[in-house]
């Protein structure tokens, strides 16, 4: 997949410059400003919006399966960007 026009966020800050992603086999392969695309691609455009790796929540309550309204893990974290949580019981 090609996501295209996107501001990469790092630790190192981000760029001012938008930029094209190139996932393959659900790794980043290449970033570049307007990339070409000679294998036909799924392309996605998100002008604007900031992009990184994932999140780390290091105190979360999931409770899964102890109380009505507790909820699944990855309810609480990848809709939001967080792939790390630390549940804190």
């Keep these: 997949m090609l996501i295209r026009q996107v501001t990469p966020l790092s ?7 938008p930029m094209d992603l190139e996932v393959k086999e ?3 392969s290449r970033l570049g400003q307007n990339l070409d695309n000679p294998e036909g691609l799924k392309e996605y455009s998100f002008q604007n919006a900031l992009i990184s790796r994932g999140w780390v929540d290091l105190h979360v ?3 899964f399966g102890a109380t009505d309204i ?13 792939t790390t949580l630390v549940d804190c019981g």
Excluded: N
């Design 70 to 82: 507790s909820i699944r893990p990855e309810q609480a974290g990848l809709r939001t960007g967080v």
């Design 11 to 17: 630790p190192k800050g981000f760029s001012a410059t």
């Design 61 to 63: 309550h999931v409770y």
């Design 26 to 28: 659900g790794r980043i």
